[in-house]
């Protein structure tokens, strides 16, 4: 038995007409069938010669066209050289049209670019989990934004917020005993943001988190003595590297992540 030639018009890349197309063609084992996709349709001249295709091939067509003249047409001409053709996506759009009282937007390839959206949000999740808290300083040159600060300032709640915002983030913890990164100081200071909290501030925030862990709040972590050590730390590691700072101390993650992005894109 020849094998059976089915015809995949699409105004974008043809993938989703193909998964439907192959979906009905496993219900069928009474042949073989090949997909010939032709994707980016935008011209009567496309059609005309994938229908001439189908009429000496005994071919079938399959297409996901958004403009609704372009569907017309496929239908019109289909029709007149007695050709099968489904059209996958207008009766769907139509009956959504009508539902929502809305017009669709008319814009082939709208869910590959959703998709990009979601994989880079992914992308950029997975990024700031691998590069939290100072775990590999390889992070640092490929982090679009650095973050730095002593413990207790949001740093890894920053972080995911702006991974949300598809921004790969690394985060840097500064402790007095510990010499930041190298990676640090050779990176543009432009993506080097400093988290800067006053002392009382954070203070309250160890006391509440020694508590918290069933610990008594007079250990080091809250001395302030200890506290303002680190601050001092700090600020002589922002200003080597020159960037940017950012005081935390009333702000919610939200309003300092808002903050961090308005700084990047001015």
């Known amino acids: 038995m020849a ?5 995949v018009l699409s105004d974008s890349v043809g993938e989703t007409a193909e998964l439907v197309i192959k979906a009905g063609l496993s219900q069928f084992n009474n042949g ?15 059609i005309d010669d994938t229908i001439q295709l189908a009429q000496e ?25 007695d050709i099968e053709a489904i059209d996958i996506m207008g009766p769907m759009m139509d009956a ?6 809305n017009s669709p937007r008319l814009k082939p390839g709208l869910v590959h670019k959703l998709d990009e959206d979601y994989f880079k949000r992914v992308e950029a999740i997975e990024f700031a989990v691998k590069y939290d808290d100072g775990r590999d300083p390889r992070g640092i040159a490929r982090a679009d934004i650095i973050l730095i600060g002593v413990s207790r300032t949001s740093k890894t709640p920053l972080s995911q917020y ?3 915002k598809r921004l790969k983030v690394a985060n840097v913890p500064i402790v007095p005993e510990v010499d930041p990164p190298e990676e640090l100081y050779e990176v543009s200071p432009d993506k080097c943001i400093g ?13 509440e988190r020694l508590r918290a862990l069933g610990l008594g709040d007079q250990a080091t972590y809250a001395n302030m003595e200890r506290i303002h ?19 935390v101390s009333n702000k919610a ?14």
């Open 229 to 247: 050590q680190e601050l001092k730390f700090f600020n002589q590691v922002v200003e080597k590297i020159g960037c940017k700072v950012v005081d």
């Open 162 to 164: 702006l991974a949300h």
């Open 32 to 46: 073989e069938y090949k997909i010939q996709r032709v994707p980016y349709v935008d011209d009567n001249k496309t």
């Open 96 to 101: 959504m049209e009508r539902v929502f009282e």
């Open 253 to 266: 993650v939200e309003e300092t992540a808002n903050h961090i992005l308005h700084m990047i894109r001015k």
């Open 57 to 81: 091939t005994n071919g079938i067509l399959g297409f996901t066209l958004v403009d609704p003249d372009l569907r017309k047409y496929v239908n019109q001409k289909a029709a007149e050289k």
């Open 195 to 207: 988290l800067r909290i006053s002392p009382e501030k954070l203070n309250e925030i160890r006391r």
């Open 3 to 7: 094998v059976k030639l089915v015809y």
